[in-house]
């Protein structure tokens, strides 16, 4: 193992090997059930993906499943154990298709809006001519973890997709812009990861933007549009009274979210321990004031945008504006990649455990035993807390 695993994490090459041997022996680890060939019936989880090499000329189709009966997926993941994720996701493999994000075909246009847009099981056929144990890029299966790929050939659907009335009605709207329609459905209920789905198949938006979006890309850009509108309004309340703190354990993942009285702003530090997916690495550090950012989150990638839109969803809840801080300490039992659902989900879990509370930045540093301790000294948001002064502690 490299000493730079924790920070490539199977997508910036930094061995310059050319593919990732960690994830490469996970995938062996998670054996294929049959090789896909000739003429197939199956069902689609539902979802699709939508890859990234060779943009604006990708491989795009439906996720389908080796066994229709294995699993419920309408079952919430948070409630399963690692194990059964695992065995979840090594059922999926996808069916791909050449395609042009910007130019889809009509009939590929037409089972992509049913595959993303769905919200249960249904039946799909295809003539799968090529099958492939190996992914383009080794990167997509840390964010989206699913199997193999099927070269396919005459995909049609044959069952009857379920597409919720609102995501149809905005479907045919040409004038809402894409953030207002995902924030719309996000406040109606649906959860980030059906609509990343949506966004990916370029479902909705203005009719003249629409296109595709690479899965890989379309998890963040749902993160981060409905994280952008939330915002707004975040920054009309009043600050927090007090510095609170609420820690979590999921999936072999430790969370600390610390929020302290003042404008908003957003930091998280992130370590890999010894035993874990990626081994022992150092502190990776992503940082944000209430401007925002105006680059990609590079050190912690995406876990970042899903663990900022969790805590800002838990401020818009209490109606308060805070500094924020996520710490996440990754531990050996976390030894295959899940997804970034699993940082939104523990995240968000966080905020139902029992709260801690202190008066002072100097107290909570003093007394608070943090899961990475060098937060002490790395974190900005700590350190603008002690040393800056506002124009509220002269009246005191």
Not at 252 to 274: A, D, K, T, Y
Request: aromatic share 12%; charged share 25%; proline share 5%.
């Amino acid at each position: 193992m490299f000493p730079y695993c924790s920070s490539c994490k199977a997508k910036k090459n930094l061995c310059g090997l050319g593919y990732c041997p960690i994830i490469q022996n996970v995938k062996q680890a998670v054996p294929s059930i049959r090789r896909i060939t000739g003429v197939e019936e199956t069902d689609t989880p539902p979802g699709i993906f939508v890859g990234s090499y060779g943009y604006p000329s990708v491989l795009a189709g439906p996720t389908a499943l080796y066994q229709r009966d294995l699993f419920d997926y309408s079952r919430d993941r948070r409630a399963m154990s690692m194990e059964d994720i695992i065995s979840t996701n090594s059922n999926v493999y996808r069916t791909a298709t050449s395609v042009n994000v910007k130019r889809p075909d009509s009939s590929i246009s037409e089972y992509i809006l049913e595959s993303a847009s769905s919200t249960k099981n249904f039946e799909i056929e295809f003539t799968a001519n090529h099958f492939t144990a190996r992914r383009m890029e080794d990167g997509d299966f840390f964010e989206t973890p699913v199997g193999s790929t099927a070269m396919v050939s005459g995909l049609r659907v044959t069952g009857n997709p379920k597409i919720p009335q609102i995501v149809d009605y905005l479907h045919e709207d040409p004038y809402v812009k894409a953030s207002d329609a995902i924030m719309k459905l996000y406040t109606k209920g649906f959860k980030p990861e059906y609509l990343q789905n949506i966004v990916a198949g370029g479902i909705v938006g203005l009719k003249n933007n629409r296109k595709m979006v690479p899965t890989r890309w379309s998890i963040t850009a749902t993160d981060d549009m409905i994280f952008k509108q939330m915002k707004q309004e975040i920054l009309r309340y009043d600050w927090i009274p007090e510095i609170r703190v609420f820690n979590n354990t999921f999936l072999g993942n430790n969370f600390q979210v610390i929020l302290l009285p003042g404008p908003f702003s957003f930091e998280m530090l992130e370590q890999w321990n010894r035993g874990s997916l990626w081994g022992q690495g150092s502190v990776a550090i992503d940082y944000e004031g209430t401007r925002g950012r105006t680059t990609y989150a590079s050190a912690i990638t995406g876990a970042y945008y899903a663990a900022r839109l969790s805590a800002v969803q838990y401020l818009k809840t209490i109606r308060r504006q805070a500094s924020i801080i996520v710490i996440r300490n990754i531990g050996p039992e976390y030894y295959s990649p899940l997804g970034v659902w699993v940082i939104r989900s523990g995240v968000e879990e966080s905020f139902s455990k029992p709260m801690e509370k202190f008066d002072s930045t100097q107290t909570l540093v003093k007394e608070k035993q943090f899961i990475i301790p060098e937060t002490r000294t790395k974190s900005r948001i700590l350190k603008e807390q002690t040393s800056q002064r506002r124009l509220m502690d002269f009246n005191e």
